[in-house]
């Protein structure tokens, strides 16, 4: 299994970005993916995540409104929108699948919202 997210950078408050997490190795539309983030100094946790068909998803309070996650089952590939982004955004983004009991992990992308 390989999680490789993209899409990071340094972004102005109030701007935008996507992010992207390209997967292989398992049979990416038979599973619910995962977005979390880890500020400094704070624990991982989870931003969104979506069913396998992209029917349901889920979102963190302090994104609501904001971010939406969605996913091409067709390029194995899902995406957090962030819009409306606040320097309290700022951290390390990871894409994650739980496989039967496994969880795997993707190597994250920074995310910096500053002026």
């Known amino acids: 299994v390989q999680l490789v997210e993209s899409g990071g950078g340094l972004v102005q408050p109030g701007g935008s970005l996507r992010l992207s997490c390209a997967a292989s190795g398992f049979t990416f539309s038979n599973w619910r993916m995962s977005w979390y983030r880890q500020a400094p100094g704070k624990e991982r946790e989870l931003v969104a995540s979506?069913?396998?068909?992209?029917?349901?998803?889920n979102y963190a309070e302090s994104v609501k409104g904001r971010f939406t996650i969605s996913r091409d089952n067709a390029k194995n590939t899902v995406y957090l929108q962030m819009n409306s982004l606040k320097p309290e955004d700022t951290a390390v983004y990871y894409c994650?699948?739980?496989?039967?009991?496994?969880?795997?992990w993707g190597q994250g992308t920074q995310v910096t919202v500053s002026s």
């Open positions: 994650k699948v739980l496989v039967v009991v496994s969880a795997y």
């Open positions: 979506i069913s396998s068909g992209g029917g349901n998803t």
